[in-house]
Structures are given as structure tokens and as C-alpha cells.
Nanobody, 116 residues
Framework: QVHLVESGGDLVQAGGSLRLSCAASGINIGAMGWYRQAPGKQRELVAAITRGGSINYADYVKGRFTVSRDHAKNTLYLQMNSLSPGDTAVYYC????????????WGQGTQVTVSS
């Protein structure tokens, strides 16, 4: 079992920055990443990072968001800069475990609200 706890969501003005954290409990965690879901929209990928450090970003966050992970702390981060109202959403982190058929675990989400 993997348990994920996100933190760092807040209300921020457009142009501001936030840093989200996702603390994971469990061992042998593989890929981790962030999704977000805005009201009335489907959940969409924000960024993902493999255990080896390969990173994938959604086009709409490239150059603004940075994903990283601290293996020693089993924690995933998302540094978000130049935020706009379009970034308003609940942000969810996930972690995968298992090699043949990885299982994905989700956190409870953290609200990010960007005011104009």
C-alpha cells in the first residue's frame, strides 16, 4: 500500500508562485507525477517523473512548472511559477508501484486557486 499526502495548495494572485509537495509512504515506488482537475473538466496530466529522473510535462506548463522528487524523503514536488487563473484546479499527485503491472495510487488532492 502507498499513502500520499499533498500540501501547498493556496489562493494566489496571477503571476505568483506556489510549491506543492506530496509525501509518500511505502517502498519501491516507481514513477510519480501530478494531475489536475478544474471544475467541469477532466483530470489532466501536469507532469510526471520516473524513478530514474526522466520527466514529462504537459505543453501548457512547460517553462513555468518544475517537477522534482527527493528519494530520501519519498517526496514529490511541483514548483509552479507564473500562475494564471487557468491553472486553478485541484492538483493530485500519484505514485506507482510494481514492475510488471504497476499499480497507481492517488493522493486526496490540494486546491490551487489563482485570482486575476
Amino acid at each position: 500500500q502507498v499513502h500520499l499526502v499533498e500540501s501547498g495548495g493556496d489562493l494566489v494572485q496571477a503571476g505568483g508562485s506556489l510549491r506543492l509537495s506530496c509525501a509518500a509512504s511505502g517502498i519501491n515506488i516507481g514513477a510519480m507525477g501530478w494531475y489536475r482537475q478544474a471544475p467541469g473538466k477532466q483530470r489532466e496530466l501536469v507532469a510526471a517523473i520516473t524513478r530514474g529522473g526522466s520527466i514529462n510535462y504537459a505543453d501548457y506548463v512547460k517553462g513555468r512548472f518544475t517537477v522534482s522528487r527527493d528519494h530520501a524523503k519519498n517526496t514529490l514536488y511541483l514548483q509552479m511559477n507564473s500562475l494564471s487563473p487557468g491553472d486553478t484546479a485541484v492538483y493530485y499527485c500519484y505514485a506507482e508501484r510494481g514492475q510488471v503491472v504497476p499499480r497507481r495510487y492517488w493522493g486526496q488532492g490540494t486546491q490551487v486557486t489563482v485570482s486575476s
